[in-house]
C-alpha cells in the first residue's frame, strides 16, 4: 500500500486544493457557495491530480526518463514497485471514479443543462490533460507545454469554473485570482522541471526548464511567483473591503524564502524538498487569500 500512496505523490495535492478553494471562497464573495459543490469540485480535482500522477508515473517509465540517472524520487514503475499493468488498471479505475465525481458535480451544480454539456466535455479535456502531460504518443509535457495546461486547468478552469458551478455565472473579476493560483502552480512544475533538467535533456523532455537553461529558468520561477502574487495583490486593491483581505501576504514571505533558496541552488537533487515547502506555501496563500474574502 505504501508504494501506492508514494505513487499518489500527496505533496502536489494542496494545488489542486488551491484552486477549488479560491474558486469557492470567490463564490461566498459574490455570495453564491454551496457546500455540495465545494465537496464534490474538492473530490474530483483531487481525483484528477491523482490521475495526473499515475499517468507520470507511468509514461516517463514508458518513454525511458526515469531510469538509474534521476535525480528526483524514485518512480514506482521505474523501482518496480508496481507493476506497468497495475499502473494501467489503476489509470482507468482513477480516470472512472474522478469521470464520476465530474459528472455528479456538474449535475448538482447545474442540473441538466446545454451548460452542463459544455462542463462535462471540459471536464473530458481536464482528464485528457492529465494523462497526456507525458503518457501514450507524443506527449504534451515532452514538447513544454505543461506550463500552459497548468495556468489554464489549476488557474483559469480549476478557479473561474469553480466559481461558476457555484454561482451559475461567469465574472471576469475572478480572472485575476484565477490567473494568481494558475502562476503558482506552473511554478511547481517548473520547480519539478529544474530539479530533473539534466536528464529531461538527455532523454528528450523539451520542457522549459530544458529550453531555457538553468539560469533562465530560475528567473522564470521568480516571473511565475512574482506574478501570481500581483494578480491577487491587484484584484484585492480592486475588491477592497478591509484590511483582513491582505492576510495572504503572509503566504508570499514563504514563497519569497523558497525563491532566495533557489536561486542560490547548485545542486538540482537539492531543489526536491523545496517541492513540499512550495506547494504547502501556495495552500496557505490560497487560504489566506480565501479567508480575506469571506465577510467578518
Known sequence: MK?????FRPRTLPLAMSSIITGSALAEFFHGFRWSVFGL?????ILLQVLS???NDLGDHEHGTDDESRVGPQRAVQSGAIAPAAMKRALWVCG????ASGIGLIVVA??????????FLLGLLAI???VKYTFGSNPYGYAGLGDISVVLF????????????HTSEFRTATVLPALGIGLLSAAMLNLNNLRDAVGDAANGKRTMAVRMGTANAKRYHAALIYGGFACLLVFTMLHF?????????????LLDRHLRTVQRNTVPRELDPQMKVLALSTLVTALLFSLGLIPG
Request: net charge positive; proline share 0%.
Open 96 to 99: 472512472g471514479l474522478a469521470l
Open 128 to 130: 485528457g490533460a492529465a
Open 41 to 45: 469540485a474538492l473530490l474530483t480535482a
Open 241 to 253: 473591503r478591509g484590511w483582513w483581505q491582505l492576510a495572504f501576504v503572509l503566504g508570499f514571505v
Open 154 to 165: 489549476f488557474g483559469l478552469a480549476g478557479v473561474m469554473g469553480t466559481c461558476f458551478l
Open 3 to 7: 508504494h501506492w500512496l508514494h505513487a
Open 110 to 119: 447545474l442540473g441538466f443543462t446545454a451548460t452542463t454539456l459544455g462542463f
Open 53 to 55: 500522477n499515475l499517468a
